[in-house]
């Protein structure tokens, strides 16, 4: 179903499906984008204030806007978006955990000066297997709005 900026509501809540990081899958990306020695370094994790490997905070981040944005619920909708607000990693992400991703809509603002468009706030929120919450984040989203034929 189409969805436009008027077809959300604060509070709605969207869940997407969730996904699995292998130890492969966290050294290919930190080896890439974030070689610190607790993701790229089995040893040196070990040794960290973590006590083993674990997933770049950018990498969990962009997982989980993935599976939110593979879902669909924001196909049409979206026109991309200006930034990212109160961006949290509040529990590691090890080799095995299976994250779970959430959307809940905090405010829908039509725009005063372009009619054919607003903001969404997006809260997403990322949850391991045992229902820690493990990131947080707000996205700011530029709206389609559906346009009447007149």
Do not use: W
Not at 133 to 146: K, N
């Amino acid at each position: 179903m189409d969805r436009y900026l008027d077809d959300f509501s604060e509070g709605d809540l969207f869940k997407a499906p969730g996904f699995t990081l292998s130890e492969g899958q966290i050294l290919d990306f930190a080896l890439t984008y974030d070689p610190q020695p607790f993701h790229i370094d089995a040893q040196a994790a070990s040794e960290s204030p973590y006590g083993g490997l674990i997933s770049s905070g950018f990498q969990t981040l962009a997982l989980c806007f993935r599976m939110v944005v593979q879902s669909g619920v924001f196909q049409t909708v979206s026109m991309g978006g200006p930034g990212i607000d109160e961006l949290r990693f509040l529990a590691p992400v090890r080799p095995g955990d299976t994250i779970r991703t959430t959307a809940q809509i905090l405010t829908v603002k039509p725009s005063r000066s372009k009619p054919d468009r607003g903001i969404l706030r997006i809260q997403f929120r990322g949850f391991n297997q045992h229902g820690d919450e493990v990131i947080s984040f707000i996205v700011i989203m530029l709206g389609r709005r559906e346009q009447s034929s007149e």
